[in-house]
């Protein structure tokens, strides 16, 4: 067994599907939800006993994602975690996260998480304020999100992060920070910034196509970027990652993991492993995965075999995602190289950009760097 890795657990119910959303997840599926529940307890088994010790599995991190987690109902709860604590054991685990929606949590809720040892909450806000919040389909209102905060705090969670998004329909700079302002008033531990991106099969990708949404223009958005970049910092939020900020000691551990070459198993539909050297990825259909893991499957629908070419570029960009960067040494480490060997080309022309630097024996963006992000990801991937 692995001797540090995460989990990755996906809940792939939504009360309503948000327009921006390619996750795999879904609305008015309840009707499988009982069932979904029972072939990931055997899914998780299954591994388990492959892989585990003594028919348990004993990760770093174990993180239950979605869709909306909080969706399920009481019992439902009940079921979930009481397949987790069956398969894992959780003396080595250091951080236990769980994604929750504001307008389907309840306290009750809640005190089920903190008593099955949940010690990390996530909470979808996405803005706080009303407006934009209908524009991509969010079942919240801005009081609601701020109620299941002081909820959280209530209850004696003190890992709380959230998730904020810029570049939104409808959205201008005066409502954006009132939305940063309002989380850190908060006293939240940890946020999450992502820009909006147009996915493929989602609702605002159709209504681009017709000519119907109306985005804010491109010097807004960064301008929209600049100023989270410079006002979380200075409200005491280290930026470790591009979209990721976090009080001293807060920063997430699950996703650290994905950026540090770290394996992790991934259990449920549309699930991600990284583990002994290959990505697997389970069916995004939920009756397709629950056919895969009741024929005994697991780890089987390899998605990509990382060659040595692949996971020196993984890497890297991964990597630099952190602001901490590349770390030389560790580089030779894993594969006996020395990097400016591998990548040098592609370091000099970044570095000469002005978007990448050395310090500390690691190589990291700068902050130009973090703004062009892709540019420098995508030099890596073609140098090689």
């Not at 699930?271 to 895969?292: K, S």
């Amino acid at each position: 067994m692995e001797s540090n890795f995460g989990i990755y657990i996906h809940i792939p119910f939504c009360k309503q599907k948000c327009f921006y959303c390619d996750f795999p997840s879904f609305a008015g599926r309840e009707r499988l939800i009982d069932s979904y529940l029972t072939e990931l307890s055997r899914e998780m088994a299954l591994t388990a006993l492959k892989y585990g010790q003594d028919g348990k599995m004993a990760p770093y991190t174990v993180y239950i994602g979605g869709g909306t987690p909080s969706w399920l109902d009481m019992d439902q709860l009940a079921r979930l975690f009481s397949a987790v604590s069956e398969h894992i054991r959780f003396d080595q685990v250091a951080e236990f996260t769980i994604e929750v929606n504001p307008g389907t949590l309840t306290k009750d809720k809640l005190r089920l998480m903190k008593k099955s040892g949940v010690n990390r909450i996530s909470i979808g806000v996405q803005s706080f304020d009303d407006n934009c919040l209908k524009k991509i389909g969010r079942i919240h209102r801005g009081k609601d999100a701020i109620e299941s905060i002081h909820l959280a705090q209530q209850l004696g969670f003190n890992n709380i992060s959230i998730d904020l998004m810029y570049g939104l329909p409808g959205q201008d700079m005066d409502i954006l920070k009132k939305s940063v302002e309002q989380a850190v008033a908060l006293q939240v531990q940890h946020i999450s910034v992502y820009g909006l991106q147009l996915e493929d099969g989602t609702v605002f990708a159709r209504q681009q196509a017709m000519g119907k949404l109306q985005l804010p223009t491109d010097e807004l958005v960064e301008n929209m970027y600049d100023y989270i970049a410079a006002t979380l910092p200075a409200g005491g939020y280290n930026r470790y990652e591009i979209s990721n900020y976090a009080l001293s000691g807060y920063e997430s551990k699950h996703n650290s993991l994905y950026w540090q070459d770290v394996p992790y198993l991934g259990f449920g539909a549309g699930a991600h492993a990284y583990w002994q050297g290959n990505r697997y990825e389970n069916p995004t259909n939920i009756d397709a995965y629950m056919a895969m893991v009741r024929q005994g499957d697991i780890l089987s629908n390899i998605e990509e075999k990382v060659d040595e070419k692949a996971h020196m570029e993984e890497f890297c960009f991964l990597g630099l995602r952190m602001t901490k960067g590349i770390d030389k040494e560790k580089f030779r480490e894993v594969f006996h190289k020395d990097i400016y060997a591998v990548f040098g080309d592609a370091i000099k022309e970044m570095m000469d950009k002005g978007f990448l630097q050395e310090k500390d024996g690691a190589l990291s963006l700068t902050t130009i760097g973090m703004k062009y992000g892709n540019i420098v990801f995508g030099s890596f991937i073609t140098s090689t």
